[in-house]
T-cell receptor, first 111, second 118 residues
């Protein structure tokens, strides 16, 4: 059974720091991994989708890497800003179009 | 990207009443939509898979008579919480996959619907 774990559960940093959020999964037989952002009381915004054949994806200040063999993915946020404050979720397929989510990392970036 | 819309974004109802939540894919057709539930400070848990023109597939432990799902068209799925009770209060989120040129395996999510049962 696929399980997804995210570390740390919460993170509070001053503006400008570079951050690394971690995601691990137990079953490495995945065909992609997705990172999402969730603001309080809101739905999910897709940030990055990494296919199993890829090692990383970049979008602006975000960079996500994927190491299938070790069952790990990291989301790197460069030069963090207060607007980055949110919960970040990673998810992997758990069946046909189903996603298994981690519990998320709650990020607070203070000025 | 593809847009998924949910309505209402929040609803308050009395215990024993039924509540319907709509999920629409605005600029693409979705043969399959997914309904998730999220408790405060917890992750999303898949409730059911909604298939256009056929019965929904429910996850283990989810009462199909309690959470009625209808997927009558390629752009609309509805979740009806029947005889709602306070323990049904939660955040419900739907998602869909774009079955067109944007089909990269990526799932798109609605804004969510917060249900509060008094």
């Amino acid at each position: 059974k696929q399980e997804v774990t995210q570390i740390p559960a919460a993170l509070s940093v001053p503006e400008g720091e570079n951050l690394v959020l971690n995601c691990s999964f137990t079953d490495s037989a995945i065909y992609n991994l997705q990172w999402f952002r969730q603001d309080p009381g809101k739905g999910l915004t897709s940030l990055l989708l990494i296919q199993s054949s890829q090692r990383e994806q970049t979008s602006g200040r975000l960079n996500a890497s994927l190491d299938k063999s070790s069952g790990r993915s990291t989301l790197y946020i460069a030069a963090s800003q207060p607007g980055d404050s949110a919960t970040y979720l990673c998810a992997v397929p758990g069946g046909y179009n189903k996603l298994i989510f981690g519990a998320g990392t709650r990020l607070a970036v203070h000025p | 990207g593809a847009v998924v819309s949910q309505h209402p974004s929040w609803v308050i109802c009395k215990s024993g009443t039924s509540v319907k939540i709509e999920c629409r894919s605005l600029d693409f057709q979705a043969t399959t939509m997914f309904w998730y539930r999220q408790f405060p400070k917890q992750s999303l848990m898949l409730m059911a898979t909604s298939n256009e023109g056929s019965k929904a597939t429910y996850e283990q432990g989810v009462e199909k008579d309690k959470f009625l799902i209808n997927h009558a068209s390629l752009t609309l799925s509805t979740l009806t919480v029947t005889s709602a009770h306070p323990e049904d209060s939660s955040f419900y989120i739907c998602s869909a996959r774009a079955r067109d040129f944007r089909d990269t395996g990526e799932l798109f999510f609605g804004e969510g619907s917060r249900l509060t049962v008094l």
